[in-house]
């Protein structure tokens, strides 16, 4: 039987191996993270992954249009039952742009599931803060 710390572990793991694979800008890293079937939001209003091959062309093109990536995931939450669990943490995305450094502090969700003996993300969604919403509020100000 899988315990909640065996999820966590892999589950983390599995994130880690993205995070990284990202941060070094190594496609196919990124890719080896990845289920077949994954689909996934991006912050950008175009950023939507339906399947591997929409995938590889949303990294490369994160890829291309930055010197330097740097993706640190903050603390996570993790739980799961069966071949599949779920993620969610804090995300900080640094980045050079065009020499222009961007920061990027966002929020992760994810599902993975068992393939094998590997977690794979099957689906992973990355969103900043509504800027237009106050701390404590449940609905930006009306206008």
Not at 67 to 82: A, T, Y
Not at 84 to 89: C, E
Not at 106 to 113: E, F, N, S, W
């Amino acid at each position: 039987m899988t315990t909640i710390s065996d999820f966590k572990a892999a589950a983390t793991e599995a994130m880690e191996r993205y995070a990284q694979a990202y941060s070094a800008k190594d496609l196919e890293g990124i890719m080896a993270t990845a289920d077949e079937e994954f689909f996934g939001y991006g912050s950008g209003p175009d950023e939507e992954v339906y399947g591997k091959d929409l995938l590889r062309a949303q990294v490369e093109r994160d890829l291309s249009q930055s010197d330097r990536i740097s993706m640190i995931l903050g603390p996570g939450h993790v739980s799961g039952k069966g071949d599949v669990a779920w993620y969610a943490g804090s995300c900080t995305i640094e980045a050079t742009v065009e020499g222009q450094d961007v920061r990027m502090e966002g929020r992760i969700t994810a599902v993975l599931k068992k393939v094998g003996e590997r977690w794979l993300i099957a689906m992973s969604h990355f969103a900043m803060p509504f800027g237009g919403q106050e701390t404590g509020q449940s609905w930006p100000e009306a206008k």
